[in-house]
């Protein structure tokens, strides 16, 4: 890595793959890691923005030590002086391809996919760490993994998610029993099977995993879930009908679920969330608040 440039302003950096990557002063200055500022470990900031000069400039950035570009010293015009690793200033430049690059991309499932979903071992996920880190992978890229081997027994649900984290109580519990019930009249004890839907969107923190273990069929031997792949369908519905795409994006719909024990949730978000790559680039674009011209922003 070296450094190619270093202005009032801008401070360009070149890496060893040929990126480049630029840092303004005022961002620098905002994210100083120095323990006056704040400390990194703990996560605590005592810097505040009210006493940032808004026109604070770049007086000098240099290699800390001499031959090696693990960590760049850098001097602003109001004295101050912070030291930044590379490796953290890599992983946090933030022009837009280097967002691009890092921003989550999911996988939309394919035909082979929906034919032979993945599959993962009980025993393995939970006896070894390897094969948790395949299941956790492959619930971030498509959203859907079974798991096969489980003990039928009341109580394997729990030990399983706390082997992933911890488990969001909510008013079902901690585990909610689905039992088939033809004389109970709730989606609990349904026999009859429910259209695909999203889970449980009137919370306002919706819950990140979900998860099911049938320990038992019904009598009929029927039950089989049905699952879809929410980005398809968005992506399908952006293709088709770009501008009913935006509308669910850009307006919120409140979901609401009203139980009779008067536990009333509502939670209010748009049908379909995007990432913040368009409203990132949208606002370098309309604000001026890095006092720079818009093309040495892009
Ligand atoms: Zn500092």
């Known amino acids: 890595m070296k450094i190619l440039s270093c202005n009032d302003s801008i401070l360009k950096l070149e890496w060893s793959d040929g990126h480049s990557s630029r840092y303004h002063a005022i961002w620098l200055r905002d994210n100083c890691r120095c323990e006056i500022c704040g400390d990194p470990a703990i996560g605590r900031r005592n810097l505040r923005l009210t006493s940032l000069d808004l026109d604070v400039r770049l007086v000098r950035a240099e290699f800390c030590e001499p031959g090696s570009s693990n960590s760049i010293a850098v001097t602003w015009s109001d004295g101050h002086q912070g030291l930044f690793d590379s490796a953290w200033l890599r992983g946090n430049a933030y022009h837009s391809e280097h967002r691009e690059k890092r921003a989550y991309q999911p996988e939309l499932w394919s035909d082979g996919f929906r034919k032979d979903p993945v599959s993962m071992d009980f025993n393995a996920v939970m006896g070894q760490d390897a094969s948790l880190l395949d299941l956790l ?55 009859d099977a429910l259209k695909p839907h999203t889970d449980e969107p009137y919370r306002a923190s919706p819950p990140g995993i979900l998860m099911f273990h049938c320990i038992e069929t019904d009598e009929t031997g029927d039950g089989a879930s049905i699952f879809l792949d929410g980005f398809e369908a968005a992506e399908s519905l952006r293709n088709v009908d770009p501008g009913g795409f935006e509308t669910l994006v850009s307006h919120n719909q409140a979901f609401r679920r009203h139980f009779e024990d008067d536990v009333d949730l509502i939670a209010e978000f748009p049908v379909i969330s995007t990432d913040d790559l368009a409203i990132y680039a949208a606002l370098e674009l309309t604000t001026g608040w890095l006092h720079q011209p818009v093309s040495n922003m892009t």
């Open 137 to 191: 992978h492959s619930l971030k890229k498509r959203g859907l993994c079974f798991v096969e081997g489980a003990p039928a027994q009341p109580g394997t649900l729990e030990l399983f998610a706390s082997r992933i984290g911890f488990i969001q109580e909510n008013n079902f519990g901690r585990v909610q029993d689905l039992v088939a019930d033809r004389t109970q009249r709730s989606i609990a004890n349904d026999v």
